[in-house]
């Protein structure tokens, strides 16, 4: 990857986490954290990986992508919206009664959504689903889903995973976001998943460790998952919570709770500092 197609994917994340701080502002509610810890992956998947077609985004021929930690999907939505799916202005009514962006994503309502999510551990099934009915049509998309680490604590990712590695689902690829931290405090305290990488590859995956900030590290991984024959990938992404906002790095509290308006000004003053830097260098 060269350094210009490096930038322009930095400004697109950085786009994505502004638009996540303000859906969560608005909505006065939602999940900016792991939002913002999520925001790269979302971002090289969308304009860099997966063949999609924001025009036509029930084409069936299109990647498939799953949110199973679906409460991460403001920066998904921001990320969609930059993408061409719906207007940018569809962010600012985020939770809100009747608009197209609820809470967790929603296939019915939202262009570009491929599967309704919420309930953790289930996104990751659905996903598998569709990588073996990809496998029985003779279709060539791949299914990408992109999962918390908290939410690895839930029974059925397993469940799901020992189903992959059984039907030899190779077009799968899942996205572990590892940001250390969850609802109730640090994923290690409230319930330890480590050696997770052993875990998987126990399950038969082929497993990849990143930085899941680095571009090149992401694309590194997915080629190599794209390259694996006969099982799925499972990359395991190092992350910070509540990336690119200084007063949310790292901090659980950031979860589930929306800035008020001087922390919305704040993040957002970090953020366009951080988009004009970027800009600056193209």
């Known amino acids: 990857m060269n350094l210009k197609e490096e930038n322009t994917l930095k400004i697109l994340a950085c786009k994505s986490r502004i638009g996540a701080i303000l859906g969560t502002y608005n909505a006065k509610s939602g999940h900016p954290g792991g939002s913002l810890s999520a925001a790269d992956i979302f971002t090289y998947l969308y304009f860099k990986e997966m063949n999609v077609y924001p025009d036509d985004p029930k084409n069936p021929d299109r990647d498939r992508f799953v949110l199973s930690k679906g409460h991460c999907c403001p920066s998904l939505y921001a990320t969609l919206a930059l993408k061409g799916y719906f207007d940018w202005s569809e962010i600012e009514s985020l939770r809100h009664v009747g608009a197209m962006l609820q809470g967790h994503p929603d296939m019915k309502g939202t262009p570009g959504i491929d599967m309704s999510t919420g309930s953790l551990g289930q996104g990751i099934s659905a996903a598998c689903g569709m990588a073996l009915s990809a496998k029985l049509d003779g279709r060539d998309y791949r299914v990408y889903a992109v999962l918390g680490d908290g939410e690895c604590e839930e029974g059925q990712v397993w469940e799901a995973s020992m189903f992959a590695s ?3 689902l190779d077009n799968l690829v899942i996205i572990v976001d590892q940001n250390g931290l969850q609802i109730d405090g640090p994923v290690e305290e409230v319930c330890g ?10 399950f038969g995956f ?6 899941g900030h680095n571009f090149n590290d992401i694309e590194n991984a997915l080629n190599n998952a794209r390259e694996t024959k006969g099982k799925p990938t499972a990359i395991l992404a190092k992350t910070v919570k509540g990336k690119g906002v200084s007063f949310m790095e790292n901090q659980v509290g950031w979860h ?13 003053a970090e953020l366009n500092a951080q988009l004009a830097e970027l800009e600056g260098e193209i």
């Open 166 to 168: 059984h039907n030899n």
């Open 206 to 211: 082929n497993v990849i460790k990143i930085d």
């Open 193 to 202: 998943i480590e050696p997770l990488d052993k875990k998987f590859e126990s």
């Open 256 to 268: 589930g709770t929306a800035p008020n308006k001087e922390q919305f000004e704040q993040a957002t």
